[in-house]
C-alpha cells in the first residue's frame, strides 16, 4: 500500500492520497475463477449449435464437438500466456511479441468481439424467452403468436441498457454470482441429459450424420470459386469455421488469472480442467442430445434460434413437465446470456483502460465520471454501437453469429503467433506451464505444437474470409476504422506530451508504502474521506 507523504495541513494544499495495491485483494479458488469464465464461455451452448445447423445441415454436432475438444488446445495456450503476464489478454500479448502495430490490430479485433458478444447474447437470450412464452401460449390455447424476432430485439435492447447503466454506476463482480450461476446451470443439464437418455431408451434415437450441406449463404464468395468448393479437407475446415463461435469467451481466462489464490500456476491448470470438462458436456453434450433426439427439419424450422429449448420440448412425458423443463433451460440461458452481455462492457472497459495506459488513447476515452469513478465515455459508446447492432440485426441470431467469428479467429491467431514470438525473444526465461509437443534444443524448446496451432488457426482464419463474406467486410472495415482511431489518437497524446515537456511540466508525487490501512489513514484530518481502491 502506498500514499502520498505531504502532510493534510500543507501550505500548498496538496491533497493526501491512499492508494490500495494488489496485496489487498481477495484472491479467489480455482473453481470461482472457472465459474466466471464458464458464464461466458458456457453461454455458447445455447446459440452455437443451431447457428452450425443453418450453415452446414444436420452433421453439426460432430462439429461442435470437435470444437470443444479444440477448446482444450486453446486453453492450454491461455495457459502459457498467464505464465508470462501477470493479466495477460491477447493485446498485452501481442504487443510484446509482435510489436505495437499488431497489437494495435488485435486490439480492434477484440472490440469488434465485443461489440458481437454483447448482441448475439442478448438476441438469443430473447428468443429462448420468446419461445418460452409461446409454448405456454400454445399448451393453454391461446391463438395469439408473439413475434420472436421483434420480442428478442425489444429484449435485447433492454438487457444492454441494464448492464450500460450498472457499469456506468461501476459494477460489482462476484464470482459467488458465477459460482452460484453456474451450480444452477449445471444441474438443468444434469437433468435434461437424464431425461434425454431415458427418452432415447424408450423411443430410440437417430445418429446423426457425417456428410456436409452447406447452406448457399454460409458458402459466401467460396461458393463461386471452384478449387473452393466445399468437399474433402477444405470443407471440413469450412463446418469447422462456421462452429468456432462455440469458443465464444475463452479468453476470459487470462482476465481473471491475477485474482486466483496461490499457487496461482497449478490453481490456474485445475482452472482450466474445470473449464475443459464442464464446456464438453454442456456445450458439446446437451448439443449432440439434441441433434440426436430433435428431427432436423424441425431444428431447421422451430428451433434454430433456441436449441436447447427444442430438447426440452422433445423429450418423452407429459407437456406440462415439459415445459417445466424449458422453463429451467430458459432461466439458466437468459441468466448466462445476460451475464455475457455484462461481461462484453466490462471487458470492452477494461482493454480501452490497457490501451489508454500505454499512451494510445486521448484523455476524451479515459474522462472519468464525476459521480461513479467510471469512464463513462468508453461505456457509452460500446453500449450505443451494441444497441444500433441489436436494430440492425432485426433480431437474427445467424446474421449476428456469422459476423461475430472475425474477431474470434483474429484474436487466436496473432495470440498463438505472438506466444510463439516470445519462446525465441525470452529463450531463458522459465515459464510454469509450455504448451505441448515441443523439441529441445541445449536449454531452449521449440514451439513444434504451437507452430502447429498456430498454422490450423490461421488456416480456419483465411477460409472464413471466403466463406464468411459479411464477417469479412464488417470485421475488416471496423478493425482498419479502428486502427486508424489509434494511430491518430496515439498522435495526438504524443504531441501533447511534447508539448507539455517544452513548457517545463512536471507532475509531483512524494510517496510512501505503509503495510497498515490504519497507519496510511492516520494523517488524514479532513471529513468525508472517500477511500478509492485503485484496480491496475
Known amino acids: 500500500m502506498s500514499s502520498s507523504t505531504p502532510s493534510a495541513q500543507s501550505p500548498l494544499r496538496v491533497k493526501k492520497v491512499v492508494v490500495i495495491t494488489t496485496a489487498m485483494l481477495t484472491f479467489i479458488p480455482f473453481w470461482k475463477a472457472a465459474a466466471i469464465v464458464l458464464c461466458d464461455f458456457g453461454s455458447s451452448a445455447f446459440y452455437a449449435g443451431g447457428l452450425a445447423m443453418r450453415a452446414f445441415g444436420p452433421a453439426f454436432p460432430w462439429y461442435i464437438l470437435a470444437v470443444m475438444l479444440f477448446a ?44 458481437l458478444t454483447g448482441p448475439i447474447s442478448a438476441v438469443t437470450a430473447g428468443h429462448y424467452l420468446g419461445g418460452l412464452f409461446n409454448s405456454f401460449l400454445a399448451q393453454f390455447g391461446f391463438s395469439f403468436h408473439l413475434p420472436e424476432g421483434g420480442f428478442s430485439v425489444a429484449f435485447g435492447l433492454l438487457v444492454t441498457g441494464y448492464f450500460w447503466r450498472q457499469n456506468v454506476k461501476g459494477i460489482e463482480e462476484s464470482s459467488s454470482k458465477s459460482a452460484k450461476i453456474i451450480a444452477f446451470s449445471l444441474a438443468v443439464c444434469f437433468l435434461l441429459a437424464i431425461w434425454s437418455f431415458i427418452t432415447i431408451a424408450l423411443q430410440g434415437a437417430h445418429v446423426p450424420p457425417a456428410k456436409l450441406h452447406f447452406a448457399p449463404d454460409a458458402l459466401g464468395w467460396a461458393g463461386k470459386i471452384d478449387w473452393m468448393k466445399a468437399v474433402g479437407l477444405l470443407g471440413m475446415i469450412m463446418a469447422f469455421g462456421h462452429s468456432i463461435l462455440a469458443l465464444s469467451g475463452i479468453e476470459t481466462l487470462s482476465q481473471v488469472y491475477r485474482e486466483i489464490e496461490y499457487p496461482k500456476a497449478q490453481n490456474l491448470k485445475k482452472a482450466a480442467l474445470l473449464i475443459f470438462i464442464f464446456a464438453l458436456l454442456f456445450t458439446g453434450g446437451l448439443t449432440f442430445l439434441s441433434a440426436v433426439i430433435i428431427p432436423p427439419d424441425l431444428i431447421a424450422s422451430k428451433y434454430g434460434d433456441n436449441l436447447l429449448s427444442g430438447l426440452a420440448m422433445s423429450v418423452a412425458g407429459p407437456n406440462l413437465l415439459k415445459l417445466l423443463m424449458q422453463t429451467l433451460v430458459v432461466v439458466a440461458g437468459v441468466v448466462m446470456l445476460s451475464g455475457a452481455v455484462n461481461t462484453s462492457l466490462i471487458g470492452s472497459n477494461a482493454l480501452m483502460n490497457r490501451i489508454a495506459e500505454d499512451g494510445i488513447l486521448t484523455d476524451w476515452f479515459r474522462k472519468i465520471h464525476r459521480k461513479y469513478g467510471t469512464t463513462y465515455h468508453v461505456i457509452h459508446l460500446i453500449a450505443a454501437l451494441q444497441a444500433v447492432i441489436i436494430l440492425l440485426s432485426g433480431g437474427n441470431v445467424y446474421l449476428l453469429g456469422e459476423a461475430y467469428a472475425f474477431g474470434v479467429m483474429w484474436c487466436f491467431v496473432l495470440e498463438a503467433a505472438a506466444i510463439m514470438a516470445l519462446r525465441f525473444k525470452r529463450r531463458g526465461e522459465k515459464r510454469d506451464f509450455l504448451f505441448p509437443l515441443n523439441v529441445r534444443y541445449e536449454n531452449f524448446y521449440i514451439p513444434v505444437g504451437l507452430g502447429l496451432l498456430c498454422l490450423f488457426l490461421l488456416s480456419v482464419a483465411v477460409v472464413n474470409l471466403f466463406t464468411k463474406s459479411i464477417a469479412t467486410v464488417a470485421g475488416i472495415s471496423f478493425t482498419i476504422f479502428l486502427y486508424a482511431v489509434f494511430t491518430l489518437s496515439e498522435r495526438l497524446n504524443a504531441k501533447k506530451a511534447n508539448t507539455m515537456f517544452e513548457e517545463g511540466y512536471r507532475e509531483r508525487v512524494n510517496a510512501e508504502t505503509s503495510l497498515d490501512l490504519k497507519d496510511a489513514l492516520e494523517d488524514l484530518s479532513q471529513p468525508n474521506r472517500v477511500l478509492v481502491a485503485v484496480k491496475t
Open 72 to 115: 482444450g488446445l486453446l486453453l492450454m495456450l491461455e495457459l502459457e500466456a498467464c505464465s508470462l503476464f501477470v493479466r495477460g489478454g491477447a493485446y498485452k500479448i501481442v504487443r510484446e511479441g509482435l510489436g505495437d502495430r499488431m497489437a494495435k490490430l488485435a486490439a480492434s479485433a477484440l472490440v469488434f468481439d465485443f461489440l
